[in-house]
C-alpha cells in the first residue's frame, strides 16, 4: 500500500525544481542523489522509462547555469514559449490568465485549509502551487502514512484519522493540473533550449499520471479520457458565459425594492 512520506518527498523534489532557478548547489546534489532514481514513484511503462532516461541524459550533460536561467525565465516567467505554468492561460478561451480557474482552486486550497502565501506574485492556478497542495494534502494525512484510503478510516480500524478523500484527489488531478500538464510538458519539450527542462516536464506529468493511476487500481476511480474532460470543462465555461436574461420592467408592476 503506497504511503504519503515517500511521495511528499517526491513532490518536494519536483516543486523545487520548477520553484526557482537551478545553482551549482542544487546540481550537484542532484548528481550525487543519481536524481531522479529516488522518486518513489515512477512508471513502469514505455513512457515512464523513456523520462527517466531523458533526465539521467540531462545532468550528464548539464548546460551552463546562464543557459539554465534563460530556459527557466522564458518558461516560468516571461512566456516567450507559450508554456505559461497557469491553468486558465491553457483552459479560458482568451488565454487569460487570473480567469474562472485561478478562482475555482482557490476555493478547493481553503476547503482543505490551505491558502497560497501571497496570490499577487504567484496566481493560485500556478503548476508549482497545484503540486504544493497536493503535498499538503498528502502531508497532512493520516500521521502513520496511509493515504488511500477512505475519509476517517486509517484502515487499521481507527476512525477518524484524517486519511485522504481518494474520489475528491481524483477529481482535482482530472480537472485541473492532470488535464492541462501534458500540453504545457509537451510545449516545454518542444521549445525549450536546454535538455533539462524538457526532461523536468516530462518526468513531472510522468509522476502526476502514475499518481492518479493509483486511484484506479486501489479504488476503482477509472481516469476519465481527455475528450470526456474536455467537454466537462467546455460545459463549465458555457455556463460561465451565459447571460443572465434582463429583468423586464412591465408599465402598472411595482419593481423590485432594491
Known amino acids: 500500500m503506497p504511503v504519503a512520506p515517500p511521495l511528499v518527498e517526491d513532490l518536494d523534489q519536483l516543486i523545487r525544481l520548477h520553484d526557482r532557478e537551478l545553482d551549482a548547489e542544487i546540481l550537484a546534489a542532484l548528481k550525487v542523489a543519481a536524481f531522479p532514481n529516488g522518486l518513489a514513484l515512477s512508471a513502469a511503462d514505455e513512457a515512464g ?5 531523458n533526465m539521467v541524459a540531462a545532468l550528464h550533460a548539464m548546460p551552463t547555469l546562464d543557459e539554465l536561467a534563460a530556459d527557466y525565465a522564458a518558461i516560468y516567467l516571461n512566456n516567450r514559449f507559450g508554456a505559461s505554468p497557469y491553468e486558465s492561460v491553457w483552459l479560458s478561451d482568451e488565454h487569460l490568465a487570473c480567469d474562472r480557474s485561478m478562482f ?21 492556478d500556478h503548476l508549482v502551487l497545484q503540486l504544493q497542495y497536493l503535498r499538503q494534502v498528502l502531508a497532512s494525512a493520516v500521521p502513520q502514512g496511509y493515504f488511500l484510503y477512505g475519509p476517517g478510516d486509517a484502515g487499521d480500524g481507527i476512525p477518524g484519522r484524517g486519511a485522504v478523500d481518494p474520489e475528491k484527489l481524483a ?11 501534458p500540453d504545457w510538458a509537451q510545449r516545454v519539450s518542444a521549445h525549450c533550449n536546454t535538455a533539462f527542462y524538457a526532461a523536468l516536464a516530462e518526468l513531472t506529468y510522468v509522476w502526476l499520471r502514475r499518481f492518479r493511476e493509483l486511484f484506479c487500481e486501489i479504488h476503482d476511480l477509472p481516469l476519465p479520457s481527455r475528450e470526456e474532460m474536455g467537454a466537462l470543462i467546455n460545459r463549465k465555461l458555457a455556463l460561465d458565459k451565459a447571460e443572465i436574461a434582463p429583468i423586464r420592467f412591465v408599465p402598472g408592476i411595482q419593481g423590485a425594492s432594491w
Open 171 to 181: 477529481v482535482f488531478i482530472d480537472q485541473h493540473l492532470g488535464y492541462w500538464l
Open 104 to 124: 475555482e482552486l482557490r476555493e478547493i486550497y481553503a476547503a482543505a485549509g490551505w491558502q497560497v502565501s501571497d496570490w499577487r506574485s504567484r496566481f493560485d
Open 49 to 53: 522509462r523513456t523520462a527517466h532516461s
